[in-house]
């Protein structure tokens, strides 16, 4: 999962604040008028909203799930707001009530952070089928793994090897990869087929 430390380094990027802003401004405007998040913790909920989409993939989020996704906010919060009302868990909870309407807004979202953060080159090198793919992930950015793995597994050491996942959670994660871009990578792809679908 990111990090409230990686979170503040991608927004550092003007772009990608200014996206961030366009998105948080729309959505607290149309679904939660009287709350407050900084453009940081709202970039952590855009950046959670896949991890979200995969716990809804059935239409309903369990409370083992719930209890996941709290948490990972609570990660990515600015200042660790493990003791006070948390943003992140706070504002992604109105998200979870609309995310049919918001859903494709934040992957459309997270597709133009992606193609901001990685390069025509990165792309390329991701993209590389004379070596292995587990060569690949080696040698990828740690941007480019953490991308992936944060969006879509509990354990990032899981990125070689991610288990089993049942057919309507690999179907959700398809999706999310074609919304997000990262479907335009074949170590995303590769990584999808390392799954065991069940």
Request: hydrophobic share 40%; proline share 3%.
């Amino acid at each position: 999962m990111f990090t409230e430390a990686e979170i503040a380094v991608i927004i550092e990027n003007q772009e990608i604040e200014k996206i961030t802003e366009a998105l948080r401004k729309d959505f607290l405007e149309k679904t939660a008028p009287y709350f407050e998040i900084s453009n940081h913790d709202f970039l952590s909920l855009i950046l959670l909203s896949p991890v979200v989409g995969k716990a809804m993939a059935n239409n309903n989020i369990s409370f083992k799930e719930e209890m996941s996704l709290q948490k990972k906010a609570r990660k990515l919060s600015k200042g660790g707001f493990f003791l006070s009302k948390d943003p992140v868990a706070d504002c992604m909870k109105f998200l979870i009530k609309k995310f049919d309407q918001w859903e494709d807004e934040f992957y459309g979202t997270i597709n133009k952070i992606f193609h901001i953060l990685f390069e025509k080159e990165t792309i390329d090198k991701a993209n590389d089928t004379t070596k292995s793919y587990q060569i690949r992930v080696m040698e990828a950015p740690y941007i480019l793994v953490r991308f992936i793995s944060s969006m879509f597994l509990e354990r990032e050491e899981d990125i070689l090897n991610p288990g089993k996942i049942r057919n309507i959670e690999f179907d959700k994660i398809k999706s999310i990869g074609m919304k997000t871009g990262l479907s335009e990578l074949t170590i995303f792809n590769e990584f999808l087929e390392a799954f065991e679908v069940k």
